[in-house]
């Protein structure tokens, strides 16, 4: 069995910090992509960063320069690392990876946290 445990959202003021982790736990030969969404209130879920295993990013647009993603490969662990926070940034924060434990790869996702941002 695997699985994707999320920790780090809360409630913070506008212009605040906010440090999320996802640590995968299991069987793990190895973790490709690993990545955050969100989903807001009447939202669809979308794209926050996503990185590689070697350590490439990609970020939307709408976070860029505010948000930073890492991955500690020795310990299974994503971060995202999120600045300058703005009201628009309020929602479910949710881990994702691509986890390789019965010899191909299978996408899991992290239960979500509530990350709230007051204006």
């Known amino acids: 069995q695997v699985q994707l445990v999320e920790s780090g959202g809360g409630l913070v003021q506008a212009g605040g910090s906010l440090r999320l982790s996802c640590a995968a736990s299991?069987?793990?030969?190895?973790?490709?992509?690993m990545g955050w969404y969100r989903q807001a209130p009447g939202k669809q879920r979308e794209l926050v960063a996503i990185?590689?295993?070697?350590?490439?990013?990609n970020y939307a647009g709408s976070v860029k320069g505010r948000f930073t993603i890492s991955r500690d490969n020795a310990k299974n662990t994503v971060y995202l690392q999120m600045n300058s926070l703005k009201p628009e940034d309020t929602a479910v924060y949710y881990c994702?990876?691509?986890?390789?434990?019965?010899?191909?790869?299978?996408?899991?996702w992290g239960q979500g946290t509530q990350v709230t941002v007051s204006s």
């Open positions: 994702n990876a691509d986890i390789d434990w019965v010899g191909i790869p299978i996408n899991y």
């Open positions: 299991g069987s793990i030969r190895s973790i490709n992509a």
């Open positions: 990185i590689t295993r070697s350590g490439s990013t």
